[in-house]
């Protein structure tokens, strides 16, 4: 009796790995889109269904709606006129996630603006998207994580964000920190700056002053004139440091020259500056010892594998 082969499964059979690379995965489920089926003007077209039951649909553009309040509030429209030119050229390739509009009216959009906003500059009428039956604190949870992840937020948008969550949906900090893949100590961290004042806030926002920057400042009584000297003059965040600890003395001594102890005796303040930037970057512990001669080493310090997910996804690239 000859036994028979057992023939290979499909790619789209085959089980797909857990563990790392999972990303947003867990949150917004396996999608596939598929070639939509002809509908009439004005309906949203069926294409495919998730694992979880939930259907991907070809939707009116114009019956889609921003979510209030989302996390994001800054686009970059350089970006977003590239994005629509390659739009135009090959569709959408990826599909937004959106819900049921509270009101009955249309869609409210959970994650994917940027794309929305590209897709409408294209000229398209319709994009696939993702219709998921979400309550406000799962909707804002998933808005958060994905701009995140694909690090559209600057500093104050997260925290905003992240104590939104807190006062309007009861999440503690260490809660969030779980939900983001970060250390409780970056949420802290972050959520400190909104002691800032508004219009140093602004310039954290628009880019001209750093996370490390804004840091230093917090508490300060001349918070926003050393931020702007700091903008002006392109201050290190030594000399930041420094001029608030001279105007808490009420002294009006010059900004001493940057040395290299920085809380650190001995080591290099351009080193310690990189494991900051990293850190607040990765939202992790970084460390770098470096030997001379451009050697060294880089150690990433993760408190689970959810932060060990998201270092792998950035350091290779992944798309989310």
């Not at 790392?20 to 009439?40: I, K, M, W, Y």
Request: charged fraction near 25%; proline fraction near 5%.
């Amino acid at each position: 009796m000859t036994e028979k082969k057992e023939e290979p499964s499909p790619p789209s059979a085959r089980k797909r790995p857990s563990g790392l690379g999972r990303g947003l995965n867990a949150l917004f489920g396996d999608v596939a889109v598929e070639t939509p089926v002809l509908a009439s003007p004005g309906t949203a077209t069926k294409t495919s269904s998730s694992s979880g039951g939930e259907s991907v649909q070809h939707v009116d553009v114009g019956a889609i709606h921003p979510l209030p309040g989302q996390p994001r509030r800054h686009f970059d429209e350089t970006a977003i006129t590239e994005l629509s030119e390659s739009i135009a050229v090959r569709g959408l390739l990826q599909p937004i996630i959106v819900r049921r509009a509270p009101d009955g009216q249309g869609y409210q959009l959970v994650a994917g603006e940027r794309r929305w906003r590209a897709a409408q500059r294209a000229g398209l009428h319709r994009i696939p998207a993702l219709v998921r039956a979400l309550d406000d604190a799962a909707t804002y949870e998933i808005a958060l994580v994905e701009n995140i992840q694909r690090q559209d937020l600057n500093a104050i948008e997260e925290a905003s964000a992240y104590r939104k969550l807190i006062e309007d949906f009861g999440h503690n900090q260490e809660a969030l920190a779980r939900l983001v893949g970060k250390s409780r100590s970056h949420v802290a961290n972050l959520m400190r700056l909104l002691d800032l004042p508004a219009a140093v806030q602004d310039l954290v926002s628009e880019g001209s002053l750093a996370m490390g920057h804004a840091r230093a400042l917090i508490g300060a009584e001349k918070a926003e004139v050393i931020a702007h000297k700091a903008v002006k003059e392109g201050l290190s965040v030594r000399a930041v440091e420094a001029l608030v600890r001279t105007a808490r003395r009420g002294e009006n001594s010059p900004v001493p020259v940057a040395n290299n102890g920085d809380g650190a005796a001995g080591r290099d303040p351009d080193i310690v500056a990189v494991e900051r930037h990293l850190s607040e970057l990765l939202g992790i512990g970084a460390a770098i010892s470096y030997a001379g001669e451009g050697k060294g080493a880089l150690t990433l310090k993760f408190a689970s594998l959810d932060q060990l997910d998201m270092i792998c996804q950035r350091l290779s690239g992944e798309a989310i």
